[in-house]
């Protein structure tokens, strides 16, 4: 397994949103209020150019299997950060690659001086949500910020 970890480049907008939404399509959750349905999630580079985001890429062979990224979403409290847009492929799934693409974004977000992450998900994505647990993530009980995510209903959020 040759993975390489890196920043999203401008070439990866397409691609990396064919994963997100291929995801979406395989848990049935590919309905409004989500990130399938968010305009953002087609120029990716664009959205983390803001000042105090980054977005990770996880890449086999020239091929992206997975990106997970940090994000200072409007409305969350100062020091703040929203863990955002984090898929991984499914065959590439309890390999280790997205706690490796976790912490490159934990660092990236410590880097920008944010103390704690908030994430959203959902129900059926039960599989990430015991993986933000074991990473120190804990539950609350509703949204923070303005991601405009109207669909999720789990919210969680970890110290730093």
């Known amino acids: ?8 480049e401008e070439k990866d ?5 064919d994963l997100i939404r291929t995801v979406f399509r395989e848990f049935n959750i590919h309905r409004p209020g989500t990130v399938y349905f968010d305009p953002t999630t087609d120029n990716l580079y ?7 985001s980054e977005y990770w890429i996880a890449e086999e062979n020239s091929v992206i299997i997975g990106g997970c990224g940090v ?9 703040c950060a929203e863990l955002v847009k984090f ?20 660092d990236s977000a410590k880097r920008n001086g ?3 992450l908030y994430l959203e998900s959902l129900p059926e ?12 993530f804990k539950f609350i009980t509703g949204p923070m910020g ?14 730093l």
């Not at 994000?71 to 020091?79: D, I, K, M, N, R």
């Open 1 to 8: 397994m040759n993975i390489t970890f890196r920043l999203i």
């Open 13 to 17: 907008n397409q691609e990396i949103a």
């Open 46 to 52: 664009k959205l983390f150019r803001t000042p105090g």
């Open 71 to 79: 994000y200072p979403t409007p409305g969350l409290p100062e020091g």
């Open 87 to 106: 898929y991984l492929s499914a065959e590439q799934r309890g390999k280790g690659i997205g706690c490796h693409l976790m912490g490159k974004t934990f």
């Open 114 to 116: 944010y103390k704690q």
């Open 125 to 136: 994505l039960s599989r990430a949500i015991s993986l933000y647990e074991r990473a120190g």
């Open 146 to 159: 303005n991601s405009g995510h109207f669909g999720c209903n789990i919210w969680m959020l970890k110290e």
